[in-house]
C-alpha cells in the first residue's frame, strides 16, 4: 500500500522544500552595531516600508489622508514647507523665497531656479499657475475629492483667491479676497504638490473620463524619488531622482507596501518582508524593541475627545432617529454640572498604558502639545481632573440617585481605527465601566464609522455622548477649535450643541485675528468658554510610532505625518 | 461558508417511515463513534450555556484596565483582556449566544427553505422556475458577503444575526427538499398512491414529506455547525452584537487578534471554542447521517 | 449537448439582470453612504452634499439603476467612487492573484485529500479510518480567519520558516507584472529565485484556503471509492484474481472520481468566495480583499461591478462542472 502514500509525501516534500528555502531572512538576530552607530549614510539599497493602504490616487490634488500623503509627498513638491520635525516653521519648497503677511492679501513666491521635472521640462512660474488654474477649474467630479482645496481655498465663489498670476518667468503673486493668517500653512498640504505642465497635458489631467494622472506611474514632480510603478494593493515602487534640486536621497528605491492590520505589518517585519513601517499597534511597543528593531516616535498632532450634546435627544427626535434602545426622557446632560460629572469621571490617564502603549498624553485642551499654541490655551483652561466622588457629589446634587439615575447613551464607531483612537470599542468600554462606577447608567450603541449612522449622525448631534478626535492639518487653534465650534449663522455647531453666551462673538473675534499674540489669547477665549461648559471632554493626545529594522537609519518623524525618505539610508546586511 | 452543504450526497433514497427506521437509527447512533463525541460535545457547551452563571468565576462584562492582560494563571485561567474582563467567564457566557444564534438561524432557516423547497418541487412549473432562479442568484453571491450585506441593513444584533445566517440556509434547504420531493414522485410507491386517487396534497402532507425528512434533518445538523462559524466569522468581521462587552466568541477574536504577537492567548482560546463547537456539530451531523442513510445501513 | 449549454447559458440572462437588481438595492438600501466614507471625520453636511451631487447619488434611484445597467451593456463598469479608477481594469488586474492563490489551495486539496480519502477508504473500518474521519472534521470544523491567524503565527512569528503576507519579496526581486501571475511573471523574468520565492508566499496562504475543501474532497473521495469498491464489477474484478493495484487503478480510481469532479468544481465557486478572508488576512492582492475593502469603504461602483464579475464566474464555472459531468457520465442524459 505504499505508493498511495506516495501522493501525500510528495505534497509533504514540496512543502518541506519551499519551507526550507528560507534564505537569509533572518529576522530577530539583533546584531547590535548597527542601530547605534551615526556615521555617513550608506549610498543605495531597497528599502520596503508598509502602510495601511496605498495612495487613493496618483493626482496629488485629489488626495487628502496621511497614506495618499506618504507616497505622493515623495514624487511632488509644494511652494512652501515645514522645518523637518515642525509643524509651524515654515520653509522655502519650490518657492525659494516669499513675501506676505498674515494680515495681508497679496503673497509674492520666488520660484527656485534650476530646478527640473523629472520628465525633464523646467519649472517656472507659469507651471505654478498651471497648476493652480487646473485646481481652481476642476469639474465637479474632481471637486468630490479635491478635498482641501476645497477647504483651504474654496471652489467658485468660495474661493479666497482673487487671482494667481506669473509676473515674471521666475514669479508667481497671489491676491486673496480677504486677509487668511493660515493661508501659507494649507499650502504646505502634499495635495498642493506641483505637477509638469506636460504631464497634465499628456495624462489628460482635467478630464475626469480620461484621466490617466490617478492612475498611472507618471515622472510628473520636481520630488527627490520617481515613481517608477504603482500596482494597486500591492505595492508603490519609488527610485531616487538623480536630478534632483536638493539633497538627493540615499536610498536607490522605496518600495511602499500595503498592509491594513497592524499587527499584520509588524509580523511582516518579524518575517523579514519589509524593513519598517508606519503605525505600530501601541500593544506592540514592547514586541519591537524587544525583537531588536528600532520604534521611532512620532508626537501626536491629535486629539481624542467625547462629544456631549445636551439638545442630542431634540435632534434625533426632530429627525426621526429612532435608536435600539431608545431615549428616554430629558437628557441629563443638559446640566451643566452633570457634563462637568462626566468629564470628573473618567480616567484619562488609565487609557494611555492600557490603549496607546503609555505613549501619549492627557488631553486637558484640544490643542496636542506639539502645538507652539499649546501652552497658551492650556493656560487659559481649567482643567477637570479625575475625581470620582466628586462626580457622584455633582450627580447627587442634581438630584440624581440609584432609584433615579442619570442615563445616557454613549455611541462608538466600528470598522475604523484612527491615529488618535487605535481602538474605539475598547476606549468605549473602559469610558462606560468609569462613568458606571461614577453613578451613570450608560446604554451602550455603536454603528459603522462612514455610516451617516455613525459620522452623520453625530455630526448633526444626535448622540448623547460620542467619540471623535481631530488630527491637526496645520498648526493653528482655528483648525481645532474653529473648526468644531464655529457657528452656522446663530447656531451653534450641531455637533455639540454648545450654546453658550458669547461664545459666537470670541469665536469671531479669534477668527479674525491674524496677530500672533492676540491670536492665541483670542483662541484662549474661545477654549475657556467651551472647556468651562463641557461642551466636549477632550481625553489624549495620543502618540504613533513606526518601527525600523536596526541597519535602517535617519527617518525623521513630523508631528503632521508629513516626512520626506530622501534622510533615510540602509547598512548593507 | 456552506460547504458541509456539499457533504450531502444530492439524492437520498426514500425511507419507509415506520418506528423501526428511527429506533434502529438510535441503536446505531450508539455504536457510532463520531455521534458519540459530537454528542458529549454539544452536551458540554449545552450545559455550559445553561449553567453560566455558577460555572463562570468573575462577571464577564466587568473589568479593571488595572488587570489588562494578565497571562493565564491559576486565578484567570485564560487570562484577561485589555478591559481586565476574565477571558473564561467570557468564553462561558458566549456559548449561550453561539449556540443560540445557531439553533434560532436554523430553525427560521429550515422553516423557509422548505416551505419554498416543497412549493418548487410539489408545483412545478413556473412556480419551480421562479424558486429555483432566485435560489441561483443567491448561491452565486458569496455567501459572507450576503450576510455582511444583510447584517448591515438589519442593524446589528444577536436576532439580526440569526436571520443573516437563516436567510444563507433558505437556498440550501429549498434546493434539498425540492431535490427529494422529485426523486420520490417517481418512486413506485408515490406513483400507486396517485394511481389510487390519492389527493395531490395529502399526498404531499402524508407521504412524501415524512420522507424527505431525514436529509433535513442532516443538513439542518451541519447547518448548526456552519452557522457557528459564520456567526463567527461577522463577529471578527466587527459586526457582532453593538455592545461590546458582549462575549460573543467572534468579537472576542476580533477585539484581540491585534494583540496576537504579544498576547496569543487572548486569540487562541475563543478561536479553540469555536473549533470544538463546529466539530461537535459537524460529528453528530456526520453520525446522524450515516445511521440515517439506508445505503449505508449494513 | 450543444443545446443544452446554449439554453443554460440562456439562463444565464435573467440570472444576472435579477443580480444586477439585487446587489444594486442592496448596497443602496444598507446605511452606508459612500460620502461620508470619502470625507470621513471632515465631512460637513455641504461637503456629503457636493460629494453626493457629483458621483450622481442625488438621481432617482431607477435613473442610478439605467446607468449601471446601459454601461455594463457596453461593458462599461465604471469607475471607482474613491480612486477613480477603472473598475474593469482593477478587477482584471486583481484576478489573476485570485486564481493563483485559489490554484494553489485547489492543488493542495487535492493533492492531498484524493490519495487520503482512497487510502481511508481502503482501510474502511480500522483505526486509520476513524482517525482519518476525525481530522478531516477538524479541518472543516477550523474557521479560515482562525487558521490563517494561526499558522501565521506558527510558521510565520514563533518560527519563521514561511512569508507572513504579500507575494513575493519585494526588497530582493523587482519583477514585472506582465500576467500578474506572480509565478508566471518571475519564470518570464528568468528569475528562479523569484519563482521559488513565490511558491512559498503561497503556502500559508493556500494552506489555509485549501484546507477546508481538502476535508471536503477527502471525505468525498473516500465514500465514492467504497461505493464503487462494493460494485459487482469490482468484487468480480478483485475475484478474478487481478492484481489489487490494477483493480484499483482501472476500475476504482476511474469510476470513483467522477463524483469527485464535481465536488472540485462546486468548490472553486466556494474558494472565490473564502478569498475574502484569506486575502484579507495574508495581505493577498486579489479579487476578494479589493471586494471587502470596497464593501467597507462603500464604494458602490466595485461593489456592484465587482460581485457581478464575480458571480458571472461562478455562474460559469459551475455550468462548466455540469457540462463536463454530462460528458463524463453518458448515463445523464439532459432535456
Known sequence: MNHRWRYFSIAAALMLVLAACTGTQSSTSASASASGSAGTPQEGGTLVFAGARLSDSLDPALTSDGESFRILRQVYETLVDLAPGSTNELIGGLAE???????????TFHIRP????????????????????????????????AYYYGQVIGFGDDSIIESVEATDDMTVVFTLKRPNPTFLYGLVLP????????????????????????????PGGTGPFILESYTPDDNATLVRNENYWGEKAHLDRLIIQPIADPAARLQALQGGSIQGFDLVNPSDYEAVTDGGFQLVERLSFNSLYLGLNPSARDNAEAAGRNYDPPYEGDSPLKDVAVRRAVELAIDKEALIPAFYGGRGSVATTFMPETSQWADEIAGAVTPNTFDPDAARQLLADAGFSESNPAVIHF?????VTRPYMPDPAGL?????????????????HSDIWDDPGYLFDAQNGYYDLHFLGWTGDWDDPGNFYGIHFAYDGDTPALQFGCAVDGLKDALDAADGEAEPAARGAAWGEVAKLVHDNVCFVTLVHGDTALAFAPNVHGYEANPTGSEVFTTVSMDPE | MSQTATLLPAAHEQEERTVGLWSDALRRMRHSPSAIIGVTIIGFFLLMAIFAPFLAPYDPTRGNLADSYLPPSPSHWFGTNVQGQDVLSRIIFGSRLTLGIAALSVIIGISIGSVLGALSGYFRGWVDAVIMRGVDIMLAIPGLLFAIAVVTYLGRGVVQIAIAIAILNVPIFARLLRGSLLSLRESDYVIAARSVGVPGFSLLVRHMLPNAISPLIVQGTLALATAVVEAAALGFLGLGPPDPRTPEWGMMLSDTYRYLNDAAYLVFFPGVAIVLSVLGFNLLGDGLRESLDPKLRR | MGKFILRRLLLLIPILLGLTLLVFLFIRALPGDPAAAILGERATPEGLERVRQALGLNKPLYVQYLDYLSGISRLDFGRSFINHRDVTDDFLQRFPATIELTTAALIFAIGIGIPLGMYTAKHRGTWIDSLGSVVSLIGISIPIFFLGLMLKFIFAIQFPILPDSGRIDLASYNIPRVTNFMTIDTLLAGEWGGFVDALRHLVLPGVALGTIPLAIIMRITRASVIDVMNED????????GLPGRIVDNRHVLRNALLPVVTVIGLQLGLLLG???LTETIFTWGGVGKWIYDAVINNDYQVIQSGVLLLALIFILVNLAVDVSYAFLNPRIRYS
Open chain 1, 114 to 145: 534650476n530646478v527640473k521635472f523629472q520628465d525633464g521640462t523646467d519649472l517656472n512660474a507659469a507651471a505654478v499657475v498651471a497648476n493652480f488654474d487646473r485646481m481652481a477649474n476642476m469639474s465637479e467630479e474632481f471637486q468630490a475629492s
Open chain 1, 411 to 415: 455611541w462608538y464607531p466600528t470598522e
Open chain 1, 428 to 444: 468605549h468600554q473602559a469610558i462606560t465601566q468609569m462613568l458606571e462606577d461614577a453613578g451613570f447608567v450608560v446604554e451602550s
Open chain 1, 97 to 107: 523665497t516669499w513675501e506676505g503677511e498674515p494680515d495681508g492679501t497679496v503673497y
Open chain 3, 274 to 276: 473564502g478569498a475574502i
Open chain 3, 233 to 240: 464489477y469490482v468484487r468480480t474484478a478483485n475475484a478474478k
Open chain 1, 191 to 218: 495635495c498642493f504638490g506641483i505637477v509638469s505642465p506636460a504631464i497634465l497635458e499628456s495624462t489628460n489631467a482635467s478630464d475626469f473620463e480620461n484621466t490617466t494622472l490617478t492612475t498611472d506611474a507618471v
